[in-house]
C-alpha cells in the first residue's frame, strides 16, 4: 500500500467531497438546465433531432406566447397572493400558538402539540373532500380566500413545531427582565420575542410559502378560473388535445421557479445572518 | 419609606415546597442579603418579591401596599439576573432605556438618564455596542445600569456577581454596596457565598429548607449563630463542631475520644437548660495550635495541612475526630507529626444536641 502524506490525503479527500457534490448538484440542477434550455428554443425546435444541448437560435417566443395566450401572469398573480396570504397567515396565527406552546403552562399544553402533529401527519388526500365541502359551503370556491384558508390549514402544523421549538430556546429571563421593566405580555412579545426569533419566523414562512406556491392537489381542486387558479396548476392544463408545446409548458415552468429561487437566495441569507449572529446566545 | 415585608408567605410548586412559612421585613435603605445553600429557595423568595411568582399563601407587602395581585410590570421594582438577561438585539443604550421607554418618559430625559447612569457605571463608550460584544464584567454593569436607570423603589438582585472571576467579583462587591449607599435604595440581595453575604450586607437573611433560619447583624450571626447550621454555614472554612455528653458534676464535655472541661459559666446555662447530649462548636480560627506542649493544650495528631497563602489550615485527629484550626504560616509542623491545640473558652458555642440550637 502506497502511503501518502497528509497533503496528499487531504487533497483526496477534498477531490472526493467535490465530486460528489458535483454529482449532487449535476442530478439535480439537469432537469431544470434542460428544462430551461427547451423553454429558449424557438417554438417547435425542442422536437428536432438530433437533439440541440446549445441551442442554435434563441427565442423568447415561448414566454411571449404563455403571456400573451394564456395571460399567464394572472396565474402567477394568483399564486403570489395565495402563498403571500398564506405566509402571513400562518406566521401570525403560527407564531401566537407556537409561544403559547412554548411558554404557558397550561393543562392540554402536550396533548394540544401531538394533536397539531397527528393533523400534520394526515396525508392530504384523506382531507380533499371534506375541505371541498367546506369551501364550496363557505361559498369561497375559485377564489383566493379559501385556497389561502386550506394552504394555511396545511402549513400550521410544522410552522407551530418549528416555531416552539425555537421559542423554548429564548431564555425566560429575558421576558420576567422586561416584565420587571415595565411591559406586559403582549408589548414583550411584539418587542422582545418577535425580534429575537426573526431567523425563526424566515425560516417557517420560507417553508410555507414555497409549501403555498407548489401544493398542486387543493390548488386543482378548489379553484378553476383565472380568478384564482395557480400558475403551477395551468402549466398542467397547457398540453391541448392535439398538440404538445413543450416549449411553452417548459417557459411556464421556468417562470414559476424563479420567485422560488429568488426567495431562497434572498431570504436564506436573512434566515443564515439570525442564525450566525448569535441572537439568543450571549 | 419602602421597606418590604413578607407575612407568612408560602411557596409550592406541586410537590415541592420551595418557600414555607417565610416572615420577615427588608428594612428600608438596608442592603439585606439572603443567604442558603443550592436550591433553598433564595430565587422563589425574591421572585415573589418582583412579582413573578404568586405566592401559593400569604401576604407580600411593598411599602404598605399588598402586592399579592400586583403584576410585575406594575411594581416599581428592578432586578438584575443572573444571567444578566440583557436584551440581545438591543444596544446597550437601548438596553437601559427600556425601563424608561416602558414609562413613556420624554426622549431627552432618557438620553439624559442614560448617559448619567453609563457615566456613574463608567460605561459609556459601550453605549452603541450589542450586548455580544461585551464581556461579562462588562454585562454586568450594564445589567446594573438597567436597574438603577429607573431609580426603583426597591433592588432585586439574584446572584449577580456568580459568573464573574473571582478577583472582579470582590471589586465588583464593593462597587455594588457603594452605588447602594449613594442611591439609598432597599435592596434584596441573594448569594450562596456566605462571603459575599457577610461583608456586603447590613442585614444577613439565612435560608434553608425553605425556612428562614435567622436574621441579623452579619457580625452577630457570626458570632451568634442561631443553630448548628447557621453556625457551619455562615463562616470559612466552617465551624467544627463536636458531639458529645455533659457531665454535669465535673463540668466535662464527654465525647468518645476526648474529654473537655467547659468554663464553669457554660456548665451552669447548660444545666439550667436541662441539655445532656450537646454539640461543642468553635472555628477554626479561634483554636491556638502550637508544636510543644504547653499548659492546658491537648496533644493531637497532624492529618492534613493546606496552604491559604497568609496562613495554613490544618487538620487535626483527635481520636475520631477531625477538627479544622488555623495556624500562622511560620508554624514548624509536618503531617503526621504531632500538634497541640488549645480552644479560646470566649468563642466557644455550645449547641443542644436534640434540637441543633444554640445553648450559650
Ligand atoms: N418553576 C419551578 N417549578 C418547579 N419547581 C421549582 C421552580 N422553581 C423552583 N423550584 C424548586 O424550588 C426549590 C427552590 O428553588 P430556588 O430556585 O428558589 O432555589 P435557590 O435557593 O435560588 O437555589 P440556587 O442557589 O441554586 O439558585 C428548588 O427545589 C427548585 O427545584
Ligand atoms: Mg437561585
New binding site residues.
Given amino acids: 500500500m502506497v502511503s501518502l502524506s497528509y497533503r496528499q490525503k487531504r487533497l483526496l479527500s477534498q477531490t472526493i467531497m467535490y465530486a460528489v457534490a458535483a454529482i449532487i448538484m449535476i442530478y439535480c440542477l439537469f432537469p431544470i438546465a434542460w428544462i430551461f434550455i427547451t423553454s429558449i428554443k424557438p417554438p417547435g425546435a425542442e422536437f428536432h433531432i438530433p437533439i440541440e444541448y446549445i441551442p442554435s437560435k434563441v427565442s423568447l417566443d415561448n414566454y411571449i406566447e404563455i403571456f400573451v395566450e394564456h395571460k399567464f401572469h394572472y396565474y402567477l398573480l394568483n399564486s403570489l397572493v395565495v402563498a403571500s396570504a398564506t405566509t402571513i397567515l400562518v406566521l401570525a396565527i403560527g407564531s401566537l400558538s407556537a409561544y403559547a406552546i412554548a411558554r404557558l403552562r397550561f393543562k392540554f399544553r402536550i396533548s394540544s402539540l401531538l394533536t397539531i402533529l397527528v393533523v400534520g401527519m394526515m396525508p392530504s388526500i384523506v382531507m380533499i373532500l371534506p375541505i371541498f365541502l367546506i369551501i364550496r359551503e363557505l361559498g369561497l370556491m375559485n377564489t383566493w380566500l379559501g385556497l389561502i384558508i386550506t394552504h394555511a390549514v396545511f402549513s400550521l402544523p410544522i410552522t407551530v413545531w418549528l416555531l416552539a421549538s425555537y421559542f423554548a430556546e429564548l431564555p425566560f429571563d429575558l421576558e420576567d427582565a422586561a416584565k420587571i421593566d415595565g411591559y406586559t405580555p403582549s408589548s414583550i412579545y411584539r418587542k422582545i420575542i418577535m425580534p429575537l426569533s426573526v431567523p425563526g419566523l424566515f425560516s417557517a414562512g420560507i417553508l410555507a410559502f414555497i409549501a403555498s406556491w407548489g401544493e398542486f392537489m387543493f390548488a386543482l381542486t378548489l379553484t378553476h378560473t383565472i380568478q384564482a387558479r395557480t400558475a403551477l396548476v395551468l402549466i398542467t392544463t397547457l398540453p391541448g388535445a392535439y398538440h404538445l408545446k413543450w416549449g411553452m409548458i417548459n417557459a411556464g415552468v421556468i417562470l414559476t421557479l424563479i420567485p422560488i429561487i429568488v426567495i431562497v437566495l434572498v431570504f436564506q441569507k436573512w434566515v443564515m445572518r439570525g442564525l450566525t449572529a448569535g441572537a439568543v446566545k450571549y | 419609606m419602602v421597606e418590604v415585608r413578607l407575612e407568612k408567605v408560602t411557596k409550592t410548586?406541586?410537590k415541592?415546597i420551595?418557600v414555607d412559612n417565610a416572615s420577615l421585613t427588608f428594612e428600608d435603605k438596608k442592603l439585606t442579603t439572603v443567604v442558603?445553600?443550592?436550591?433553598?429557595?433564595?430565587?422563589?423568595?425574591l421572585r415573589m418579591v418582583a412579582g413573578l411568582e404568586t405566592p401559593t399563601q400569604g401576604s407580600v407587602y411593598i411599602g404598605d401596599k399588598l402586592v399579592n395581585e400586583v403584576p410585575p410590570w406594575d411594581r416599581n421594582v428592578a432586578m438584575v439576573f443572573q444571567s444578566y438577561a440583557l436584551y440581545p438585539h438591543m444596544s446597550v443604550f437601548n438596553n437601559i432605556a427600556f425601563p424608561l421607554k416602558a414609562r413613556k418618559r420624554p426622549r431627552e430625559e432618557i438620553k439624559k438618564r442614560v448617559t448619567d447612569t453609563a457615566e456613574l457605571l463608567e460605561v459609556s463608550e459601550l453605549l452603541d455596542r450589542k450586548p455580544r460584544e461585551l464581556s461579562g464584567g462588562q454585562m454586568q454593569r450594564i445589567a446594573l445600569g438597567r436597574a438603577i436607570v429607573r431609580q426603583p423603589d426597591v433592588f432585586l438582585m439574584d446572584?449577580p456577581l456568580s459568573n464573574l472571576d473571582a478577583k472582579l467579583r470582590v471589586y465588583m462587591r464593593a462597587e455594588i454596596k457603594k452605588l447602594q449607599r449613594l442611591l439609598g435604595v432597599t435592596t434584596i440581595y441573594?448569594t450562596?457565598d456566605q462571603a459575599e453575604a457577610m461583608t456586603i450586607g447590613d442585614t444577613l437573611v439565612v435560608?434553608n429548607d425553605?425556612k428562614i433560619c435567622c436574621i441579623g447583624h452579619p457580625d452577630s450571626v457570626y458570632s451568634k449563630p442561631k443553630d448548628t447550621f447557621v453556625a457551619t454555614f455562615i463562616g470559612s472554612p466552617a465551624m467544627n463542631l463536636l458531639e458529645g455528653n455533659l457531665e454535669s458534676d465535673k463540668g466535662l464535655f464527654v465525647t468518645e475520644s476526648l474529654k473537655y472541661k467547659l468554663p464553669n459559666s457554660m456548665t451552669r446555662v447548660t444545666k439550667e437548660k436541662g441539655a445532656s447530649k450537646l454539640i461543642l462548636g468553635i472555628r477554626p480560627e479561634d483554636i491556638i495550635v502550637e508544636n510543644f506542649k504547653a499548659n492546658g493544650f491537648v496533644k493531637t495528631e497532624v492529618y492534613m495541612i493546606e496552604q491559604l497563602g497568609r496562613e495554613l489550615l490544618l487538620s487535626l485527629k483527635i481520636g475520631q475526630h477531625i477538627i479544622k484550626a488555623i495556624a500562622p504560616t511560620d508554624i514548624k509542623l509536618e503531617i503526621g507529626g504531632v500538634a497541640w491545640m488549645k480552644f479560646d473558652e470566649t468563642k466557644l458555642h455550645v449547641f443542644d444536641g436534640k434540637t441543633d440550637g444554640l445553648i450559650v
Fill in positions: 410548586f406541586g415541592v420551595a442558603g445553600p443550592s436550591g433553598c429557595g433564595k430565587t422563589t423568595l446572584e441573594v450562596h435560608m425553605g
